[in-house]
């Protein structure tokens, strides 16, 4: 008999691991699923300013401080891809490990990155969408990062502290960044805002060499060259496996489930980044983790 959790949570980030903290404080039995690595997006923050109680903590470590107290409090959390939901009730979650039933299940697989879709972007060296994880590899070098929102502004900044000079690539001419970033950004010696730039191609072998780049107002076309470019443009809806469910979806494929995180599939909640919300922030994937949760054991 495949084993029986009140409460399947899929994914283990902030909305995912919150969930799994209340739902265990209420008494059910929890089972959470993560296919890649815990604390989802966070774990690889360099610094987080912006949740209250810590005036700065690394993404790492908080990463770990949610997994800990999840785990403490009696959650199972398991290193395991979920392939399939079939609703009923109890509902069936397949992974590629085996299978479980659940009472409910809470959606919180939160995004995946997106890409440039370069050519050589899967295979040339160079190519990094972590800076915390291979800045260190390129210190004392040219690097750039593409993106203008705040995870790119972050990561330029903590590559600022590493690098020779950091050009940071932005298509548009405004920054969708946290102000507060792009102003200390701006006050940074080797680090260099171009706005309004795309990059058009990547260059060398093996190894990136530099990135041919235009400018969207005027046309031209430039070289940079560049050991390293960190790619931080923003992530899509990991919602595949909800929509196999029936879980509608707004038009940018995010679950269509209200502030009550609860979806049109009896038993099946939304909760964190995957959820079509006006405001994607660490504490408002924390705050839907307690919503669902809750909401999951009211319903079962
Ligand atoms: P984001 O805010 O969605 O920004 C993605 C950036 O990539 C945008 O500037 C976008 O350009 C650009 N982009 C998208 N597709 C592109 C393409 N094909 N080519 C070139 N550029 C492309 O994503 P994020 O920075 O990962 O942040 C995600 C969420 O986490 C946001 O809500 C953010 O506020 C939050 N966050 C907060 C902090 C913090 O410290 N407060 C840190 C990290 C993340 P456009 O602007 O032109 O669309």
């Given at each position: 008999m495949e084993p029986y959790f009140d409460i399947v949570i899929v994914g283990g980030g902030p909305a995912g691991l919150t969930a799994a903290i209340y739902a265990r404080r209420a008494g059910r039995s929890v089972l959470l699923l993560e296919k890649e690595g815990f604390g989802g997006q966070i774990a690889s923050a360099p610094k987080v300013e912006n949740f209250p109680g810590f005036s700065a903590i690394s993404g790492a470590e908080l990463a770990d401080r949610l997994f800990s107290q999840a785990e403490a409090l009696g959650a199972r959390l398991e290193l395991e891809e979920v392939l399939e939901i079939r609703d009923g009730a109890p509902k069936r979650v397949v992974t590629d490990y085996g299978a479980y039933l659940a009472g409910a299940v809470i959606l919180a697989a939160g995004m995946r990155r997106r890409t440039l879709g370069l050519p050589g972007e899967d295979h040339l060296a160079g190519i990094s969408f972590c800076a915390v994880c291979d800045g260190a590899f390129y210190a004392g070098q040219d690097v750039a990062v593409a993106g203008g929102g705040s995870a790119a502004l972050q990561d330029a900044l903590y590559l600022a502290d590493l690098c020779r000079h950091v050009t940071v690539l932005h298509r548009r001419a405004d920054f969708r960044a946290d102000p507060i970033l792009v102003e200390e950004a701006r006050g940074r010696a080797n680090l260099t805002l171009l706005p309004s730039t795309v990059v058009e191609a990547l260059e060398g072998e093996d190894h990136l060499t530099g990135l041919t780049l235009r400018d969207t107002a005027a046309g031209d076309v430039s070289h940079l060259p560049v050991s390293a470019l960190f790619e931080a443009v923003g992530h899509l809806p990991e919602s595949g496996l909800a929509r196999a469910l029936g879980v509608p979806v707004d038009e940018a494929g995010f679950l269509a489930a209200g502030e009550d995180c609860v979806t049109p599939v009896p038993g099946i909640f939304a909760a964190g980044d995957?959820?079509?919300?006006a405001v994607r922030q660490l504490t408002t994937a924390c705050a839907d983790g307690a919503v669902a949760a809750l909401a999951a054991c009211a319903y079962n």
């Amino acid at each position: 008999m495949e084993p029986y959790f009140d409460i399947v949570i899929v994914g283990g980030g902030p909305a995912g691991l919150t969930a799994a903290i209340y739902a265990r404080r209420a008494g059910r039995s929890v089972l959470l699923l993560e296919k890649e690595g815990f604390g989802g997006q966070i774990a690889s923050a360099p610094k987080v300013e912006n949740f209250p109680g810590f005036s700065a903590i690394s993404g790492a470590e908080l990463a770990d401080r949610l997994f800990s107290q999840a785990e403490a409090l009696g959650a199972r959390l398991e290193l395991e891809e979920v392939l399939e939901i079939r609703d009923g009730a109890p509902k069936r979650v397949v992974t590629d490990y085996g299978a479980y039933l659940a009472g409910a299940v809470i959606l919180a697989a939160g995004m995946r990155r997106r890409t440039l879709g370069l050519p050589g972007e899967d295979h040339l060296a160079g190519i990094s969408f972590c800076a915390v994880c291979d800045g260190a590899f390129y210190a004392g070098q040219d690097v750039a990062v593409a993106g203008g929102g705040s995870a790119a502004l972050q990561d330029a900044l903590y590559l600022a502290d590493l690098c020779r000079h950091v050009t940071v690539l932005h298509r548009r001419a405004d920054f969708r960044a946290d102000p507060i970033l792009v102003e200390e950004a701006r006050g940074r010696a080797n680090l260099t805002l171009l706005p309004s730039t795309v990059v058009e191609a990547l260059e060398g072998e093996d190894h990136l060499t530099g990135l041919t780049l235009r400018d969207t107002a005027a046309g031209d076309v430039s070289h940079l060259p560049v050991s390293a470019l960190f790619e931080a443009v923003g992530h899509l809806p990991e919602s595949g496996l909800a929509r196999a469910l029936g879980v509608p979806v707004d038009e940018a494929g995010f679950l269509a489930a209200g502030e009550d995180c609860v979806t049109p599939v009896p038993g099946i909640f939304a909760a964190g980044d995957v959820r079509a919300k006006a405001v994607r922030q660490l504490t408002t994937a924390c705050a839907d983790g307690a919503v669902a949760a809750l909401a999951a054991c009211a319903y079962n």
